[in-house]
């Protein structure tokens, strides 16, 4: 398996000086299989996905019929906003199947991703894309595509609806969480507060507990993780609990105790600065090799793993 990052920023592009190293592009991964990359899929439709698709009309359409897989983590507006710029979508022999969760019952996927083409936002309708597509709707499942890659998905935390994907070809695993936060106690923790209930509380801790083992599990010996750690662990105690999103600390050290080999930090806050990213790799990274010989990454756009 070969996966490329095209995208690794969260919440909004976020081009300009400061941001040049890393990219300011949303989450966008393309992993490709086979004995010469013959088979593909797509991982998020961020605005890298734009990029994305432009290389391919130049680099596989002359080689025949655009046919691919996108695999939405999510539908928040970072991770869906450059599907309406994939151009393969306006060629008539592109086949496209787009997978997914939705939150809401009474939407469809096809309606949630291609609310965003309606003359209101976008110069071209969904009824008017020219590409043969179809869509699933999906929960926590495993599927088998070509060549005998397994996909499984698994329920993350977040605000929404959301999955991780794992990956295996071959012996090799390679794990998607894009948008995640660890479990925690939602019931009141605090003994001194006049409603708490010990017996609540030692619930709710259990059962974050167990959840947050079935993460670990999901990640267990993983060859490359690509994790959510949009903020450090000072950022996320201040004032971000319940937005959804990992520190860089604990993203490290959940990956370490599943034994994953290379953990790949991603979905860098708009905020975040190159020389601020350099500054947490030069921190992190050494220590982290030298105590648990897990390889860290911070993603750039462009790498190749």
């Not at 969260?10 to 004995?35: D, F, H, M, R």
């Not at 190159?274 to 500054?279: A, F, G, H, S, V």
């Amino acid at each position: 398996m070969k996966a490329k990052l095209w995208g690794v920023r969260g919440s909004i592009p976020c081009p300009g000086p400061q941001t040049v190293k890393y990219g300011g592009n949303t989450l966008c991964l393309e992993l490709s299989w086979g004995t010469e990359d013959e088979y593909s899929l797509i991982v998020d439709a961020g605005s890298g996905i734009r990029s994305l698709g432009n290389t391919w009309m130049k680099t596989r359409f002359p080689k025949g019929p655009i046919k691919t897989r996108i695999f939405f983590s999510h539908t928040h507006w970072d991770h869906i906003l450059g599907f309406p710029f994939f151009t393969p979508i306006f060629i008539p022999t592109s086949e496209i199947e787009v997978f997914g969760p939705v939150t809401f019952e009474e939407d469809s996927l096809d309606l949630v991703i291609g609310g965003q083409l309606q003359y209101r936002y976008f110069p071209v309708t969904m009824a008017e894309l020219s590409a043969q597509m179809t869509y699933h709707r999906l929960q926590e499942t495993t599927m088998n595509l070509e060549l005998g890659l397994n996909i499984r998905t698994k329920y993350l935390n977040h605000p929404i609806t959301c999955l991780g994907y794992r990956f295996e070809h071959e012996g090799k695993v390679v794990v998607t969480l894009f948008d995640h936060e660890p479990y925690r106690n939602l019931f009141i923790t605090d003994p001194s507060h006049p409603d708490f209930d010990r017996e609540v509380f030692e619930e709710g801790e259990k059962a974050a507990e167990e959840e947050n083992q079935k993460i670990q599990e999901f990640m267990h010996n993983a060859d490359v993780v690509f994790h959510d750690a949009q903020y450090t662990e000072k950022e996320y105690r201040k004032n971000r609990t319940g937005w959804g999103h990992t520190s860089i600390e604990t993203a490290i050290n959940n990956a370490h105790r599943a034994g994953v080999k290379t953990l790949v930090l991603l979905h860098h806050d708009p905020e975040r600065t190159d020389e601020e990213i350099d500054n947490f790799d030069r921190i992190y990274s050494p220590l982290v090799q030298k105590k648990s010989g897990m390889k860290l990454v911070f993603a750039q756009e462009g790498m190749v793993f």
